[in-house]
């Protein structure tokens, strides 16, 4: 008697461990008891396992027939959080692709510290009405290149990138002319007899010209007779470079460059008299008429001529054509420069930095200035130890 009392009360206190534990895994539709429960207990478990297959079906039907959410290995994500890891997605993709937009570069990029006497770099300004401080931040680096996006609106040369961030007030005159103007008149001295001296911006080498690229966005005809009235000021001064009677180039502080839409017949017309040159193609200067006279610049997209270079490294082909180009551009007397270079990450972009300068590119096109400038010093460092 006491045995089956003892046992009674074991397969009773088992089957409550059963219930019990089934009851903690609802979501489990065909738990098992560890020990064979008793008949009324079995009863009570086979309600309870319907009951939590009812419930797991009524989820299973409420996730499956909703618009707003899918299953990812066992787990139930909404349909906006899928969404937002696809974008984050494609964007970093094309972070790495394309390279950090230039339009960050206000951003993300740490301005330049001003110095009393920067030595100049060569630097070209890319997009440089970005900047915090339009052409001081350039000049307070180093750049020898500053580059601006100008629009014809209204007469006057409005400063953007994209029609859509023309903003009033934001003009050529007042972001480039007016303090460069300034500026030189600051550097130089004004005699009756003589006019102006043409001492350029760099107080480290004053013979050192300043290139002030125009990219025309409007249509060239009616733009650029308006870019040549506004340079008027400098042209009064002498501070422009040109081309004089004599059909020699004259270096003076300021050298006017135009690119974009601008129009090479425009630019060249005048045969006695040239203050502003021409940014010519650098993958096609061969049986062209491109030389010092009539341009400055030779220009190209780094993807286009080269291809892609993603490590940084460029291959057999892409550097023979390299050293084509710019043998070419500097049997012209012009400078040599790419556009749209690898600038991300940042180990690619220096090590791309490194090759273009070692191959003889003149200007280097830039978003960072205060990085490039960094790497320059460094690399003129190593230049000096190893004499």
């Known amino acids: 008697m006491e045995s089956a009392s003892t046992s009674s009360r074991r397969s009773s206190s088992e089957s409550t461990i059963c ?53 990812v290995k066992g787990v139930r994500v909404g349909r906006e959080a899928v969404l937002c890891g696809v974008l984050l997605t494609t964007v970093t993709m094309l972070l790495l692709f ?11 990029y740490r301005d330049s510290p001003y110095t009393a006497r920067p030595d100049p770099i060569p630097c070209h300004s890319h997009n440089d009405y970005w900047r915090k401080e339009p052409l001081f931040s350039a000049l307070k680096t180093g750049c020898i290149g500053i580059e601006a996006d100008v629009w014809l609106v209204e007469d006057d040369l409005w400063i953007a990138h994209e029609e859509s961030d023309l903003k009033r007030g934001v ?28 001492l350029g ?73 040239r203050d502003a040159f021409f940014d010519a193609p ?35 082909d892409q550097l023979a054509k390299l050293r084509r180009a710019v043998a070419e551009a500097h049997s012209r007397g012009l400078k040599a420069r790419y556009w749209g270079s690898p600038a991300w990450a940042l180990n690619v972009r220096d090590r791309m930095w490194r090759t273009l300068s070692d191959e003889g590119v003149d200007l280097v096109n830039v978003d960072d200035l205060q990085s490039f400038r960094d790497w320059t010093t460094r690399r003129r460092l190593e230049q000096a130890g190893g004499r």
């Open 171 to 198: 003009t050529f005159t007042r972001l480039y002319v007016d303090p460069l103007v300034e500026l030189l008149e600051q550097r130089n001295a004004f005699s009756p007899a003589q006019g102006w001296s043409t």
């Open 201 to 273: 911006v760099y107080e480290s080498d004053p013979d050192q010209t300043v290139v002030l690229m125009i990219d025309l966005k409007s249509e060239s005809h009616d733009t650029w007779p308006v870019v040549l009235d506004q340079l008027q000021a400098l042209r009064d001064r002498g501070w422009l470079t040109h081309v004089g009677e004599d059909g020699h180039v004259h270096r003076r502080p300021v050298t006017v460059v135009g690119s974009g839409t601008s129009d090479f017949s425009t630019l060249a017309a005048n045969s006695t008299y």
């Open 282 to 316: 650098l993958d096609d200067l061969e049986g062209s008429p491109y030389d010092a006279t009539n341009s400055y610049y030779a220009s190209v997209s780094f993807r286009k001529h080269l291809g892609f270079a993603p490590s940084g490294h460029l291959s057999g």
């Open 19 to 71: 219930n019990d534990m089934h009851a903690q895994t609802g979501d489990i539709e065909h738990a098992q008891p560890l020990l064979r429960p008793s008949t009324s207990d079995s009863a009570r478990y086979e309600k309870g396992a319907r009951q939590s297959a009812s419930t797991t079906n009524r989820r299973a039907t409420s996730t499956h027939d909703g618009d707003d959410a899918l299953i």
């Open 98 to 108: 394309l390279g950090i937009p230039t339009v960050l570069a206000r951003l993300l």
